[in-house]
């Protein structure tokens, strides 16, 4: 999991104001330095990644409220916000590419545009979340200024014995949106590259969230202003590569994965013809998270009959902020052969149910199987979790012996290790069905061994036995036997009072 949080430095003091430096190679050709005051900002529609439809409404609404309190002299309305995005056909305002971003600033008369996400809003079940990111751009130059990302659960700010929960979505909305707009520095510092004869319409890397491993693609569309390049470079974490045309204005390249977790600005350079670089700062960022997710499962109903409408029930749950690219799940039988299979993309699923079905098959037979669940986030890690379930359809299967010693029946019972047993009764009763001893439990084995005296005068053939259980499943079996012919088994000591000798099984 990786919380992104970029930062740029800056000293606070009443007025938002940029101040344009040199290119650092000593011949300040990007433009002479100057200070340029935020009066005023456009804040464009925010992506809403959430299944409420008016998330993305609320949350705007809280940002403008922070923003002014922070000193902001002028926020543009939304009606011109998205009359500007209309007429330029610009419908995803996550990746609005930094000329737009300068067009904007003219056609608006804005300082700077805030365009973002909302990641997260969700209240169900008493469990409240609250996530969104957002990134201040230069309407000077289309430079990323500011960027973060900050995602609250209700229980982040849980005290002793459970007191400071959270659990109104609108306080929590309001913690986060103020905790973010806190980090909005009061000066920024950018160079003005206003009369640079270059232009950078987009900066696409791929992966833009991802681990550790390989090489980013960076790809750049450029817009000559006056000529064209003899050069175009991009820095990423103090590597610089040349980038190769494609053909047109677009250049391609990639550079190494930096190894450590965390957010990157990349500069891109753009060379003249007199040799003469124009640094175009922040012009693009990227993500290294290679920490999986976190998945906890709760599983019910871990032996099930599918003949009885029974189904093993999975209920994930992601234990950490990760967005999730997609997930699958797979049903595998002892010999590892996969018998059922689904899978899905965004969020993790709140509840799996499988009955039993396979793939190819309808109903699988009794036995063991595993449902492993995958759970990949955008960087490409993935965590796989295992639980062990069963199938079964057999009635639980009960094992009676029985011995005589001294006056005493001892009646002991069996049944195979897999079998786990809800409900169980023992009864041991006389000819007429009346019931002379009886014993009974829910849940756990049925005893291993019952007692019974047995007098002079007891009729032993006229003593039955019946053994009742249920398993976890809903499976039922009853078994009934006259002691005779639990003893019939146990010759040569399966003598009885009665001089006729052995009695046969019936």
């Known amino acids: 999991?990786?919380?992104?949080?970029?930062?740029?430095?800056?000293?606070?003091?009443?007025?938002?104001?940029?101040?344009?430096?040199?290119?650092?190679?000593?011949?300040?050709?990007?433009?002479?330095?100057?200070?340029?005051?935020?009066k005023s900002i456009a804040i464009l529609p925010l992506?809403?990644?959430?299944?409420?439809?008016?998330?993305?409404?609320?949350?705007?609404?809280?940002?403008?409220?922070e923003l002014k309190g922070k000193g902001w002299v002028f926020?543009?309305?939304?009606?011109?916000?998205?009359?500007?995005?209309?007429?330029?056909?610009?419908?995803?305002?996550?990746?609005?590419?930094?000329?737009?971003?300068?067009?904007?600033?003219?056609?608006?008369?804005?300082?700077?545009?805030?365009?973002?996400?909302?990641?997260?809003?969700?209240?169900?079940?008493?469990?409240?979340?609250?996530?969104?990111?957002?990134?201040?751009?230069?309407?000077?130059?289309?430079?990323?200024?500011?960027?973060?990302?900050?995602?609250?659960?209700?229980r982040d700010f849980e005290g002793?014995?459970?007191?400071?929960?959270?659990?109104?979505?609108?306080?929590?909305?309001?913690?986060?949106?103020?905790?973010?707009?806190?980090?909005?520095?009061?000066?920024?510092?950018i160079r003005d590259v206003a009369s640079s004869p270059f232009e950078i319409e987009r900066v696409i890397i791929h992966p833009t969230i991802g681990n550790r491993e390989g090489r980013r693609n960076i790809r750049v569309k450029i817009v000559p202003i006056g000529e064209a390049p003899s050069e175009v470079s991009a820095v990423l974490g103090g590597e610089e590569i040349i980038l190769t045309n494609v053909g047109g204005d677009e250049y391609e390249g990639s550079v190494s994965t930096p190894a450590e977790e965390g957010a990157y600005l990349l500069d891109i350079i753009l060379t003249d013809k007199m040799m003469v670089p124009y640094v175009f700062e922040a012009a693009g960022s990227m993500v290294v998270d290679s920490i999986p997710p976190k998945i906890g499962v709760t599983v019910e109903h871990r032996v099930f009959a599918s003949k009885k409408r029974g189904m093993v029930i999975f209920e994930p749950r992601l234990m950490t902020y990760d967005d999730i690219e997609g997930w699958r799940i797979e049903v595998k039988d002892g010999a590892g052969n996969v018998v059922r299979s689904e899978r899905g993309f965004g969020g993790v699923p709140r509840k799996l149910a499988w009955k039993g079905e396979g793939d190819k098959y309808g109903y699988v037979p009794d036995g063991n199987y595993t449902m492993n669940l995958a759970v990949r986030d955008l960087a490409g890690n993935e965590t796989v979790?295992?639980?062990?379930?069963?199938?079964?359809?057999a009635p639980p299967v009960v094992s009676v012996n029985v011995d005589v010693l001294d006056g005493m029946l001892f009646f002991s019972f069996s049944h195979a290790p897999e079998e786990s047993l809800k409900k169980w009764r023992i009864l041991i009763s006389d000819r007429e069905g009346n019931t002379l001893k009886s014993l009974a439990g829910d849940g756990g084995d049925i005893p291993n061994k019952v007692e019974y005296p047995i007098g002079p005068n007891v009729d032993m053939k006229s003593l039955r036995f019946t053994v009742f259980a249920e398993d976890t499943a809903g499976n039922t079996s009853e078994l009934t036997?006259?002691?005779?012919?639990?003893?019939?088994?146990?010759?040569?000591?399966?003598?009885?009072?009665?001089k006729s000798g052995f009695l046969e099984d019936f």
């Open 160 to 189: 002793f014995l459970g007191l400071g929960v959270v659990t109104s979505i609108d306080e929590l909305t309001s913690m986060v949106v103020r905790d973010i707009v806190q980090g909005v520095a009061d000066r920024f510092f």
């Open 385 to 393: 979790v295992s639980e062990a379930v069963r199938v079964k359809n």
């Open 1 to 38: 999991m990786l919380l992104l949080s970029l930062f740029f430095a800056g000293m606070f003091t009443p007025a938002l104001s940029f101040s344009a430096t040199g290119n650092g190679n000593g011949n300040g050709n990007n433009g002479a330095a100057q200070t340029v005051v935020i």
């Open 47 to 65: 992506e809403n990644l959430t299944v409420d439809r008016v998330a993305a409404f609320i949350i705007k609404e809280n940002i403008k409220t």
């Open 481 to 498: 036997k006259t002691l005779p012919s639990l003893f019939a088994k146990s010759v040569p000591f399966a003598k009885l009072r009665e």
């Open 75 to 154: 926020i543009v309305k939304d009606d011109l916000v998205e009359d500007f995005l209309a007429k330029r056909r610009i419908r995803y305002t996550g990746a609005i590419t930094r000329l737009a971003v300068r067009e904007m600033g003219k056609a608006l008369g804005v300082d700077a545009v805030l365009v973002g996400s909302v990641n997260q809003y969700s209240g169900d079940n008493g469990k409240i979340t609250v996530g969104i990111g957002l990134r201040l751009l230069s309407a000077v130059n289309g430079s990323i200024l500011w960027s973060d990302n900050i995602t609250y659960t209700g």
